[in-house]
């Protein structure tokens, strides 16, 4: 899937894609990555996605780790943007949201039952907020939180620049 990156130092658009990892192509923690996406390459059933530019495929931008739970309902397990996008000195703005879009467009067309366009998530305690404000999220109780259909699409028309 195709999508458009916004250089932080001056607003330039990228092209970009979002498109499954093979393990091979995991980032490392010795590379600066916060999660050992190796080691959750292991755990079953868990969908890879990398974002890269058009321009440099080869560098990752941002990494997805999705399941579907009970075959009906994706859960973000991990998501991460790249060393070199962290904070106010990052190279792209919204490598971040382009993932959750993402994510929430899985939702849609992996959800089943009730579960369609519903993605599910733990955050980290610092980060409910910024999730609840920047990106819609619903919080459930204690740190789980979720996107509704409506809040999932609103991500989608924004970050993916598709119609849906």
């Known amino acids: 899937m195709k999508i458009f990156l916004q250089e932080a130092k001056n607003n330039k658009t990228v092209e970009a894609l979002i498109s499954l990892s093979k393990s091979n192509e995991l980032p490392l923690q010795k590379e600066g990555w916060l999660f050992n996406w ?4 292991k755990e079953k059933g868990a969908m890879f996605y990398k974002l890269t530019t058009s321009e440099n495929p080869h560098i990752i931008e941002g990494m997805l780790m999705l399941t579907l739970i009970d075959e009906e309902m994706i859960y973000m397990n991990n998501i991460e943007v790249a060393p070199h996008n962290y904070g106010k000195q990052g190279k ?7 993932l959750i879009a993402f994510a929430c467009y899985k939702g ?3 959800g089943k039952n009730g579960y369609i366009g519903f993605v599910s998530f733990d955050s980290k305690t610092e980060l409910a907020d ?3 404000k920047k990106y819609g999220a619903t919080p459930f109780r204690g740190t789980k939180m979720f996107f509704e259909p409506k809040d999932g699409k609103a991500l989608i028309k924004k970050y993916l620049l598709i119609d849906f």
């Open 130 to 132: 910024l999730y609840q």
């Open 108 to 110: 849609n067309e992996l």
């Open 92 to 98: 792209f703005d919204n490598v971040a949201g382009s």
């Open 38 to 41: 190796k080691k959750l390459a």
